[in-house]
């Protein structure tokens, strides 16, 4: 049985005098409709970020931008002469068999849709997928992308995000700040918290709201270790952490609070008795005497 044509259209034809108006088309697509479309969908994603989430906005433009390369690509098409009935059909079988062979591709497809309806996280959202944590830049129809902190790009597979824990940092509107302090164990306790709560008070960035709190944490090997707990809007959280451990370690120094560093005690069978040590300086062989 013959086949039916699917391309009747002869391409040395094209550059023929009388075909330039097909020419002129083709051009004006290729290099006007193309860029149009692209400013377009870059348009769109501006004036939707004003009104909706930054997320919602990239959807409106992409679905912008696809359409438009769709348009463009039948238009291009028919201008050649290919019968898009018989390229339809084609391409449907084609589909099949290509359905088969690309089955991850398909169910990344299928948890991106799950992933833009759920909305777990959204663009500019600082997230971790297991051992990577970065500023979301794009949520694709296959992949995530993320922006690391040392300014590197990582493509993880949305059907790894579906699997996979989440930790979406930037949530919520405000984060918390623990810090881990250590004091002397001949230092007072609650001196040291009322010095610690001072602090948080006294620090512009450090909310009210939920009220700063000091956890002891337990007796240390060289220290008596307690929580710091201050809490920050998601944008200060890191200035405040920086900010109020320099303040901590200056008003430590101020009141004379000691933060000890490690240190090792011996003992020669007792208990409170440790084991004489003495520096004996001995002179060098070459110095004269």
């Known amino acids: 049985m013959a086949s039916l044509p699917i391309f009747n259209y002869d391409m040395g034809r094209l550059f023929e ?3 330039m108006s097909t020419l002129i088309r083709l051009l004006v697509l290729v290099f006007i409709g193309l860029p149009a479309f692209y400013m377009v969908s870059r348009w769109f994603r501006k004036y939707f970020s004003k009104k909706f989430s930054s997320q919602q906005a990239m959807i409106f433009s992409k679905l912008v931008l696809y359409t438009g390369f769709i348009i463009i690509l039948f238009s291009i098409l028919n201008e050649l002469g290919f019968k898009l009935t018989h390229l339809l059909g084609a391409a449907g079988i084609i589909g099949i068999a290509v359905g088969f062979a690309s089955q991850t591709s398909v169910s990344n497809i299928i948890c991106g849709l799950f992933l833009i309806t759920e909305k777990p996280f959204e663009v500019d959202d600082i997230i971790t997928v297991q051992s990577s944590t970065g500023v979301v830049l794009s949520i694709d129809i296959l992949s995530v992308k993320l922006r690391t902190f040392d300014n590197k790009l990582i493509r993880i597979p949305n ?42 008070h006294q620090n512009p960035l450090c909310l009210n709201e939920p009220e700063p709190l000091v956890i002891f944490s337990g007796f240390g090997s060289s220290s008596i270790d307690l929580l710091f707990l201050v809490w920050a809007v998601k944008t200060d959280w890191l200035a405040l952490k920086n900010s109020i451990t320099e303040e901590i370690k ?30 004996i300086q001995t002179k060098n062989k070459n110095s004269t005497q």
């Open 250 to 279: 200056k008003r430590f120094d101020d009141e004379n609070i000691e933060i000890p560093f490690p240190h090792i005690s011996l003992y020669s069978g007792s208990a409170t008795q440790p084991i004489p040590v003495s520096i």
């Open 159 to 200: 059907e790894t995000i579906i699997k996979s824990e989440v930790t979406n940092i930037t949530h919520f509107p405000i984060r918390r700040v623990d810090l881990n302090i250590g004091v002397a164990y001949k230092e007072d306790i609650g001196r040291v918290r009322e010095v610690l709560l001072d602090i948080a």
């Open 17 to 19: 005098p009388q075909n």
